[in-house]
């Protein structure tokens, strides 16, 4: 279980630092620099170095601080370590988590108001600590926690739909569930209750920052491919939000296939101190926060 969570961390790492080169990208312009990108490689819209990640990883590690330091998941101190991280310039920020940080900033309540409008993915990008935080919690307990982190920014019923299932089907893959199992405990529910986010069609190319279509990528190239690597090309092949939908993706499949699965060379590329910080939070939330000490 730990290298599991460990991998989780790691792969939510790696997918942001590999699909970062080619956000905005077509699938096209992705053939047509690279054939197949395949390679963490830096640049991007962001310029960024090799192994440098983006917002979806640091945001995780700002609320994953948060619980380490309150010892639970909780709405202010998520906001504030949020807040923190703005401060601190991060290299990217999304529209809807800056403007849920300015109110936060200018009223004192960590959550907004609920919106048919805020139905992007960051908060999905980010909920990781909160499944390995809550992990042995029943499932109330587990989304009532998701959704405590997310209202800083993003308070909608498709974002809490999605976050809650990505919580929970990372928490079954810690306990060695299967492909099938998650698909048939978690997500065959979420379509059932959300038909958007039906993903079984046409591959999602160039998918958006809109929540569902983030979850369809992630979902089709999770289900369709053998391994962490296979996965996360494939979904940030696709272009589009390719940092978030490969962060999410290599979440899921760093949780499915373990520690021992991820790509060497693209851990000997990974900036080495988001690479610590991640092994050593995950170890943290799990052991110190999370059941995992009793599992």
């Given amino acids: ?62 609320l994953g601080g ?22 601190a310039r991060p290299v990217d920020i999304g529209n809807t988590v800056r403007r849920g940080l300015l109110h936060f900033r200018t009223t004192g309540i960590p959550e907004t108001a609920s919106s048919e409008h805020d139905a992007g993915n960051g908060a999905a990008m980010r909920v990781l600590p909160v499944a390995l935080a809550t992990l042995g919690q029943s499932e109330t307990q587990v989304r009532a926690a998701c959704r405590a982190q997310a209202h800083v920014t993003h308070n909608n019923a498709l974002s809490d739909a999605a976050t809650e299932c990505l919580a929970l089907m990372v928490q079954d893959a810690l306990h060695g569930a299967d492909k099938a199992q998650l698909l048939q405990r978690h997500v065959v529910p979420l379509i059932r209750q959300h038909p958007e986010f039906e993903f079984r069609s046409a591959p999602r190319s160039n998918p958006s920052g809109y929540v569902v279509e983030t979850l369809q990528a992630v979902f089709q190239a999770f289900f369709a491919t053998q391994n962490i690597r296979e996965c996360l090309i494939d979904v940030v092949n696709r272009g589009g939000d390719a940092d978030t939908t490969g962060a999410i993706a290599g979440m899921l499949a760093g949780a499915l ?30 052991l110190e926060i999370g059941g995992g000490s009793k599992a």
């Avoid at 917002?55 to 995780?60: G, L, Q, V």
């Fill in 66 to 87: 948060a619980i380490l330091q309150t010892g639970r998941v909780d709405a202010r101190a998520a906001a504030r370590a949020f807040d923190g991280w703005m401060r």
């Fill in 257 to 286: 296939y373990g520690q021992d699965a991820l790509p060497k060379a693209w851990l000997n590329t990974l900036d080495s101190g988001i690479s610590q910080a991640c092994e050593a939070q995950a170890r943290a939330l799990l």
């Fill in 1 to 62: 279980m730990e290298s599991r969570a460990v991998a989780a961390y790691l792969g939510l790492a790696l997918g942001d630092a590999l699909g970062a080169t080619v956000e905005f990208m077509t699938p096209r312009e992705i053939a047509a620099h690279y054939q197949v990108h395949d390679t963490i490689r830096g640049g991007g819209w962001l310029r960024l170095k090799p192994g440098q990640v983006t917002d979806d990883t640091t945001m995780a590690l700002a």
